[in-house]
C-alpha cells in the first residue's frame, strides 16, 4: 500500500471521524483545541506587547487618578483657608466642596497608602463651619456675592 493510498483511504477516516468525536456529557472538539493551539502560536507577539500596553495603562490610569486626589485635597485646603482668613461662601459652594471631599475620602479608603493626614483637620474644619452655618442660616447670599464681586472689580 503506497503513502498515497493511506492518506486516501485512512486519511479520509481519520478525518470524518475526528469531525464527529463527542464524549457524553462533555463535548470534545479537536478541532476547537487545534485552533487555539495554532492561534496561541501565532499571536503570541502580539499579547505579550498587548500584555505590555495593558500595564502602561494601567500605570497611568493609576497616575491619573493620584494627580485628581491631589487636586482634589488642594482644593479642599483651599477652601479651608479661605473659611479662616475669613472668606464668606454661599450654602453651593459648601455643597461643592463637600462633594469634593466624599471623592477625596474615597478615593482614600481604596487606596490605604495613600497619604491623607494632610487634610484631615481642614475636612473636619469645613464641616463644623457648615454645621454653624446651616443652624444660623447665614450662608453668603447671592446677592451679596455678587454685589461684593463687583466692589473687588471696581477696586482693580
Partial sequence: MTIQELL??????????????????VKINPWSA????VG?????DITSRLDGIETKLDGHITMDDRRTADNRRA????FNN????PIEHTKEEFVEVLAKIDDYERYCEEHPDYPNNRAVLA?????EVYKERLKKRDF????????AEEDVHAED
Fill in 8 to 25: 486516501a483511504g485512512g486519511g479520509g477516516l481519520v478525518l470524518l471521524f475526528l469531525t464527529l468525536v463527542q464524549i457524553a456529557p
Fill in 140 to 147: 453668603l447670599q447671592e446677592s451679596r456675592a455678587r454685589d
Fill in 34 to 37: 487545534l485552533a487555539k493551539i
Fill in 123 to 127: 475636612i473636619e474644619n469645613i464641616r
Fill in 75 to 78: 482644593q479642599i485646603l483651599h
Fill in 40 to 44: 496561541k502560536a501565532v499571536n503570541e
Fill in 82 to 85: 479661605e473659611l479662616l482668613r
